[in-house]
Nanobody
Framework: VQVVESGGGLVQPGGSLRLSCAAS????????MSWYRQAPGKERDLVAF????????NYADSVKGRFTISRDNAKNTVYLQMNSLKPEDTAVYYC????????????WGQGTQVTVSS
């Protein structure tokens, strides 16, 4: 199993980034996919999730209206489009895959750093 994030980097406040998460080794189209983030000294928090078919999404209040999660099951990839970035969005962003029926089957990526600074 592999879950690999990419697309992080340094961006100015108000800018945009698009994160990608490429998965392999499991039936991607059956899994709920999520993005989490962890800032220094803080807990890892849920940013957004998307159901297996992409029919439903949910966002943390802090990112609603600015971030969009999407997925391409043909490419085994989930995305996080981040617009109007703020310094408080600075964190390591992690991709998460959760089995739809077995709650203990969870896969994590290694994370990608997003830094919002002028």
């Amino acid at each position: 199993v592999q879950v690999v994030e990419s697309g992080g980097g340094l961006v100015q406040p108000g800018g945009s980034l698009r994160l990608s998460c490429a998965a392999s080794g499991f039936t991607f189209s059956r899994y709920v996919m999520s993005w989490y983030r962890q800032a220094p000294g803080k807990e890892r928090d849920l940013v957004a999730f998307i159901t297996s078919t992409g029919g439903s999404t949910n966002y943390a209040d802090s990112v609603k209206g600015r971030f969009t999660i999407s997925r391409d099951n043909a490419k085994n990839t989930v995305y996080l489009q981040m617009n109007s970035l703020k310094p408080e969005d600075t964190a390591v962003y992690y991709c998460n895959a959760k089995h739809p029926l077995i709650s203990t089957v969870i896969y994590w990526g290694q994370g990608t750093q997003v830094t919002v600074s002028s």
